[in-house]
């Protein structure tokens, strides 16, 4: 199986800060719709999202991957809101158009932390994505972002947004019942729950490479089918069809 590659750069988003560009292939018109990808609990570790971010801006999308640092004192906070505000005010920069479609996605740890700032009241209007999806995460535990212990916050109010849900159901490492009480309680369901026939890392197009200890590209099939299916639902997400 051949993976769809597209350029991509890497700029900074705040001092010393950085995030990478992903564009579709060249010859796509633009401008594109948004995507912000959020990579997991590790530090710095923006290219494990590399596979999936390639496939996704394969749908026309243009997809921003930052660098954050879950082990700083807030909890890496200032780090993500920071790529967000960078985000809305450059996109344009970067050939992308916020008006179009802007998705707010979060893989693992950061899939709470993106629902959380997409759902929150006090999120600035100017800030909110049109779109939140959470991949692979767990929503029991107060996130960095908000403060918000999910599960119970969404069943109180219903979000301003659409929420878009992905899970495998051979991840061990975050079972899919977390994704599934989410969903379970949220007063308007998911606009799309899928349900993935891989692993933590299969839903992002990648494996866990315990040599490197992050995760790489594969193209092990289930992680290939998976990840393409991630990849098309953010861009559903977006407005891409």
């Not at 960095?144 to 495998?168: K, Q």
């Not at 692993?199 to 594969?218: E, K, M, N």
Request: aromatic share 6%; charged share 20%.
């Amino acid at each position: 199986m051949t993976m769809a590659t597209t350029p991509f750069e890497t700029v900074e988003y705040a001092p010393g800060r950085l995030l990478d560009v992903h564009r579709p292939a060249p010859g796509t018109e633009g401008p594109w719709p948004v995507v912000l990808l959020w990579h997991g609990v590790g530090p710095d570790e923006r290219r494990e999202l590399v596979p999936l971010a390639r496939e996704a801006a394969g749908h026309g999308l243009l997809v921003l991957v930052p660098d954050w640092r879950s082990d700083e004192p807030d909890g890496g906070r200032e780090h993500l809101l920071a790529s967000l505000r960078h985000a809305r005010l450059h996109a344009a920069d970067y050939g992308g158009d916020p008006a179009l479609g802007f998705v707010l996605a979060g893989w693992s740890k950061s899939g709470k932390e993106a629902i959380a700032a997409a759902t929150h009241p006090e999120t600035p209007a100017e800030l909110r994505p049109t779109a939140a999806v959470g991949i692979a995460s767990r929503y029991v535990l107060p996130t960095v972002t908000t403060g918000e212990v999910l599960l119970a916050a969404l069943a109180g109010r219903p979000s301003p947004v659409p929420l878009f849900l992905v899970h495998g159901t051979r991840d061990f490492l975050v079972p899919a019942d977390a994704t599934r009480d989410l969903n379970a309680v949220l007063l308007t369901p998911a606009a799309e729950f899928l349900e993935l026939d891989s692993d933590h890392s299969g839903v992002i197009l990648a494996q866990y490479d315990p040599v490197a200890g992050h995760c790489v590209a594969t193209e092990a099939e289930h992680a290939v089918r998976a990840g393409r299916e991630t990849a098309a639902l953010l861009a559903r997400a977006a407005g891409r069809p």
